[in-house]
């Protein structure tokens, strides 16, 4: 089953076990593909399976930063329900990969990039996001590819 599929099915079985926890976040990733779906429309191009996966990732994200807001200001229930919607979103998004996993995948994406330059590192971000959307954080892996080409 695909990804939206399974996303869909997830939303089934929420309402039929009536946790509306889980069926809120769920519901509020499918209307971030619908909203993203819609906006792809005036370009006539399909939304793939990694341009969902990078939406979730954005939304953990939004979700951790405001986690952390809430926890600087003493909301911690609304800190609680952040983390909790993350662990929802979190099961349709591939593992993570470890460090040593992430360190090998910017190896192999450098090597197959060509790269040898910082100006380069355009090219192994490419090389990376292709393989790797969902399974690593972008930020952190372009601090270690400057190190590496830097």
């Not at 191009?45 to 930063?65: C, D, F, H, I, P």
């Not at 405001?66 to 003493?74: I, K, L, M, N, Q």
Request: glycine fraction near 8%.
């Amino acid at each position: 089953m695909d990804l939206l599929g399974r996303i869909q099915a997830a939303q089934k079985e929420a309402m039929k076990a009536r946790d509306s926890a889980r069926l809120s976040t769920v519901r509020m990733i499918l209307a971030g593909v619908k909203d993203r779906e819609i906006a792809l429309r005036t370009t006539a191009q399909e939304m793939t399976e990694a341009e969902v996966l990078a939406l979730m990732g954005k939304m953990v994200k939004q979700r951790q930063e405001s986690a952390r807001v809430y926890d600087e200001g003493g909301r911690a229930e609304l800190a609680e329900k952040e983390r909790a919607e993350i662990v929802v979103i979190e099961e349709f998004l591939p593992r993570a990969l470890s460090q040593a996993e992430v360190e090998a995948a910017i190896a192999a994406a450098i090597a197959e990039a060509g790269a040898t330059s910082i100006r380069d590192m355009g090219k192994v971000m490419t090389v990376l996001k292709a393989r790797h959307t969902g399974q690593m954080d972008f930020g952190a892996a372009g601090a270690l590819i400057k190190a590496r080409l830097g």
